[in-house]
């Protein structure tokens, strides 16, 4: 079964630096999809940003990109000028081909301090 | 921008009583998903329609949760009995179709809480 691991359950920076969120996985898929999910304190979960296995290019989105490490099945998220409106906790999730169904990790709690 | 709909925000119930919550798609969506929260973890799948119809419900603990989407559009989830473990946030997601190039779209849960 796949595994999801986020190792840091609270995180906190300062406004306009750069965080970075950690995630690992555990899959003997060789093809899937990885994810970065935002759930603010309002709790809609809404999409971050995806990253396919099979491109070696890392996925960016403004101000959000990950770095994707196949061989050391790692997937973390960077967010540069971070906002105060980043504080959420965001989670890591893992999606197979063939199967629909995410894994997700336990969440990292993200705080913007002003 | 449309939303996933959920009812109630909250719900706060006695153990072994029955409780349901209710979910209203995206209206065109056809995929339709309900996820458990429990506090300090990441979502997990209970159930998954496309349609009326249950694609996957490997997860849902069939003895006492029960989901339905009768006519293919809105969903209910119900627990009877109700136990202290079930406390969390149900969630609720639905796509345009299931699998990667349609992306879930998720409502605001309700927040459960068995004394």
């Known amino acids: 079964a796949q595994t999801v691991t986020q190792s840091q359950p609270e995180m906190s920076v300062q406004e306009a630096e750069t965080v970075t969120l950690s995630c690992t996985y555990d899959?003997?898929?060789?093809?899937?999809?990885l994810f970065w999910y935002k759930q603010p304190p309002s709790r809609q979960m809404i999409l971050v940003i995806r990253?396919?296995?099979?491109?070696?290019q890392n996925a960016t989105e403004n101000r959000f990109s990950v770095n994707f490490q196949k061989a050391a099945k790692s997937f973390s998220l960077k967010i540069s000028d971070s906002q105060l409106g980043d504080t959420a906790m965001y989670f890591c999730?893992?999606?197979?081909?063939?199967?629909?169904?995410?894994?997700f990790g336990t969440g990292t709690r993200l705080t913007i301090i002003p | 921008e449309a939303e996933v709909a959920q009812s109630p925000r909250y719900k706060i119930t006695e153990k072994s009583q029955a409780v349901a919550f209710w979910c209203d798609p995206i209206?065109?969506?056809?995929?339709l998903y309900w996820y458990r929260q429990i506090l300090g973890q990441g979502p997990e799948l209970l159930v998954q329609?496309?349609?009326?119809?249950?694609?996957?419900d490997s997860q849902l603990p069939k003895d006492r949760f029960s989901a339905e989407r009768l006519k293919g559009v809105d969903s209910t989830l119900k627990i009877q009995p109700a136990e202290l473990g079930d406390s969390a946030m149900y969630l609720c997601?639905?796509?345009?179709?299931?699998?990667?190039?349609?992306?879930?779209?998720f409502g605001n849960g309700t927040r459960l809480t068995v004394t």
């Open positions: 999730a893992y999606l197979n081909f063939g199967n629909e169904k995410l894994t």
């Open positions: 899959t003997s898929e060789n093809n899937y999809y």
């Open positions: 209206s065109g969506h056809a995929t």
């Open positions: 329609f496309q349609d009326e119809s249950v694609v996957d």
């Open positions: 990253q396919e296995a099979y491109k070696q």
């Open positions: 997601a639905s796509s345009l179709t299931p699998g990667l190039n349609s992306p879930l779209h």
